[in-house]
């Protein structure tokens, strides 16, 4: 096997390009990593001018991002999504009420990975091009919903989001040396998203909580939160007694119960006021204790009061929304959290 010609890198390699006895054009290149350890990194090219160009962009390739570039050839799409499952899909770390690690949505995570996971599976890591993911894109969105459904593009979009963060973090740690996603015009537009805005007339509020009696009576003052402060259904729930200030008329909610990790404070309006005091009082005296008894949802108790008041098309969301909306009309300025795109 003749050498054709030799090229040096400046990090640790050298190489050259050669045909071997069947015809074929390779560019070769041996490569020592830290210890000294040499090892060979061998291609095929269509011709001689393309063996050299391969060589070129090998040696390129370690000169940018070292021996660990090519251990990383032939990763699969699966030990990606086995590393971040690992090191990301964890439990959220908190130091000082600010959340250090982890994910607080890692359940919701489970089913979009799984979805790219069975799409990408096997595919060596650096095989997956800009049109792969434009191919998932549409499958997906062609794909039916377990009920059989037409699948909207809001959840596809959380999907990619998943693979372009999962991609970032190959492309950091050297696995990739571009992420695809960077490669055409932006896969993921929010903008195209159907906005579902649903707001509540005061008579449907009305026939709303009329319904909360009963079994359901406990979700009264649940409902009336949402709708005079527009907090989020988990900050809700994770209301404790010590956040709310009876004395000042505000409840805090804390950084690390929020989506944008952000403390605030929130007024009480006189009814929320009366149905706090009025859950005080029947409370055990701990501070740390639950305010509305609940962990992490209402969906069987929300959806009969929804059946009973005939309000069918309304999610527990909605109700941030008609806080919002309210507060438009009564000429206040909205928070920043609750600004359009509410979340």
Known sequence: ???????????????????????????????????????????????????????????????????KSFDAARMTFKELVDYYEKNYMIEPQYVDG??????????????QKKALEDFFGSCQLRSITYGDIERYKSTRLKTKT?????????????????????????????????????????????????????????????????????????????????????????EIFKLVWSDVDFENGIINVRAFNTKTMRERQVAMTQRLDEELRALHKKAPPDPDGRVFGIKDTVKTSFGGVRTDAKLLDVRFHDLRHTHATRLVAAHYSVPRNLDHGIR
């Open 1 to 67: 096997m003749p050498r054709i010609r030799k090229q040096k890198g400046r990090a640790k390699g050298e190489g050259y390009v050669y045909k071997d006895e069947r015809g074929y054009w390779y560019a070769r290149l041996t490569v020592a990593d830290a210890s000294g350890k040499r090892r060979n990194i061998k291609r095929v090219a269509e011709s001689k001018v393309a063996a050299q160009e391969l060589l070129r962009r090998l040696i390129r390739e370690l000169e940018d991002h070292g021996t």
């Open 98 to 111: 600010r959340k250090v690690a982890g994910l607080r949505s890692k359940d919701k995570l489970v089913h």
């Open 146 to 234: 377990i009920h059989k459904k037409q699948r909207s593009l809001a959840p596809v979009n959380r999907e990619l989001a998943l693979l372009r963060r999962m991609l970032n973090i190959a492309t950091r740690e050297g696995w990739l040396l571009r992420n695809p996603f960077n490669a055409g015009d932006p896969l993921i537009n929010l903008a195209d998203e159907r906005k579902r805005e649903r707001i509540l007339t005061r008579e449907e509020e009305t026939r709303l909580l009329e319904q909360c009696i009963g079994r359901r009576a406990h979700l009264k003052p649940i409902l009336v939160c949402a709708i005079d402060t527009g907090m989020r259904k988990g």
